[in-house]
């Protein structure tokens, strides 16, 4: 890793993720394979900002913890890459375990529990299908109907008040990383509450 630590993909240690590393990793993996429109990729800390900010769009009141949980949801990808979904499907068991045991260690590392509850699970999830459908029409070159027959159509979201215009990269690190802090001191003092 940049920071010099070293991470052991067999068996991560949560002693070993450091959130600037994550940050500068997922600043500079392009989501679509970096075939987007624009000067710049569209990166993975960028997304996931995004995914954070529609879910707060979708549940306004929803605590820290989960806003957090959106924002780490593809934050193994710092190490792996992104992998498109039907290729994912293609590598099968080895790939997922491989991820999940990354995401087991991110999260214990970043204070969330290893498992998302279901219901939470689906609305990160939902979230990231909405921006994906935004990518897909405003950086893919998709033509809005194909986006909705991958995607669905999105509702009760303004796209205008998300930013899709692609960030360089250490802007997109320095975004992801301050959000990263301000969540944490919130779900921190969310914990802490009596």
């Known amino acids: 890793?940049?920071?010099?630590?070293?991470?052991?993909?067999?068996?991560?240690?949560?002693?070993?993720?450091?959130i600037e590393d994550i940050a500068h990793g997922l600043a500079r993996v392009a989501r679509w394979n970096g075939q987007t429109a624009g000067d710049h990729a569209f990166s993975v800390a960028q997304h996931s900002i995004i995914?954070?900010?529609?879910?707060?769009?979708?549940?306004?009141?929803?605590?820290?913890?989960?806003?957090?949980?959106?924002?780490?949801?593809?934050?193994?990808?710092?190490?792996?890459?992104?992998?498109?979904?039907?290729?994912?499907?293609?590598?099968?068991?080895?790939?997922?375990?491989?991820?999940?045991?990354l995401q087991d260690a991110i999260h214990i590392r970043c204070n969330l529990p290893r498992e998302i509850p279901p219901?939470?699970?689906?609305?990160?999830?939902?979230?990231?299908?909405?921006?994906?459908?935004?990518?897909?029409?405003?950086l893919a070159g998709f033509e809005p109907l194909e986006a909705m027959r991958l995607f669905g159509q999105p509702r009760n979201i303004?796209?205008?008040?998300l930013d899709f215009s692609p960030w360089p990269s250490t802007l997109a690190q320095s975004r992801f990383l301050d959000r990263f802090k301000s969540l944490s001191e919130i779900n921190d003092m969310e914990a802490n509450a009596p």
């Open 1 to 18: 890793m940049i920071s010099g630590r070293r991470l052991d993909l067999l068996d991560p240690s949560p002693l070993d993720v450091e």
């Open 51 to 101: 995914v954070e900010e529609i879910l707060v769009q979708t549940k306004p009141d929803i605590s820290a913890r989960w806003r957090l949980a959106a924002l780490m949801h593809d934050a193994p990808e710092y190490v792996i890459g992104d992998m498109i979904s039907p290729f994912k499907t293609v590598m099968g068991g080895d790939y997922t375990s491989i991820e999940k045991r």
């Open 119 to 138: 219901g939470i699970y689906k609305i990160i999830k939902r979230a990231d299908v909405v921006s994906a459908y935004y990518e897909a029409t405003l």
């Open 158 to 161: 303004n796209p205008d008040l």
